[in-house]
DNA sequence: AATTTGCGCAACTAATAAGTTGCATATATA
DNA sequence: TATATATGCAACTTATTAGTTGCGCAAATT
């Protein structure tokens, strides 16, 4: 069995994704979800589970509602991750500055 | 059938990150690649596709062989998908600031 | 020309995951 | 206390996918 959620598992459904678009803005219980959605209380649960279970977002209980909030610090591993490849585009978007300068010079001419 | 495979469907597989990472310092060819994970060249073939499918790799065949580049325009998109957070997380860290600050002028007392 | 090597595609198996329905539990309301 | 509502968990079905083996094709080597 899973010990913990993958983070970028969590992230490669498009439900859970707009989830995350949603309660980036404000938190929302399961019920409020699942009215936003095309499918059954219990399959946002689900998606909720995966996304909870990863820690990119957190419930706040609230009599007999749960509010899910957000959780940037954690979505933040995203970037940091990211990382490893801006050098990498930085690299390919110089190498295509340079060739616009050629293309330049060779107008010049 | 899906047309195009999906950004995030593509990095959500740990071999495909590790296919990235790798790519991203030098290109390389799917033999090369397979001699790196634990896995037949077959399988490895079928995640090239997938990376390629969602172009966020490149093929230039050289002779027989063909080298795999990182296409770091691609992976771009992941960045700008998380910028919509980014202000979340600014938000959230912001406030904890403001935390910081109330517990120093606690202190202070 | 014959052989080796690099690669992709097809078929198959096993595992995973998204969705459903049904049920149990806890909180709020009448 | 009885009832309605909010939520999570379990069992099931179906779809997807990661891995395998086997095959065919094209380029390089002998």
């Not at 940037?72 to 940091?80: G, T, V």
């Not at 990211?82 to 330049?104: G, P, T």
């Amino acid at each position: 069995m899973k010990i913990k959620q993958d983070l970028f598992q969590a992230i490669a459904d498009p439900t859970r994704r707009a989830i995350l678009t949603l309660i980036a803005i404000q938190a929302l219980t399961p019920n409020a979800m699942a009215e936003k959605f095309d499918m059954t209380r219990q399959a946002v649960s689900k998606h909720i589970k995966v996304l909870h279970e990863c820690e990119l977002i957190r419930p706040e209980p609230s009599g007999r509602e749960i509010y899910y909030h957000f959780n940037a610090k954690k979505m933040q591993e995203f970037d940091h991750w990211l990382a490893q490849f801006r050098q990498s585009w930085e690299v390919q978007f110089n190498q295509l500055d340079k060739l616009l300068d050629i293309l330049k010079d060779q107008d010049k001419k």
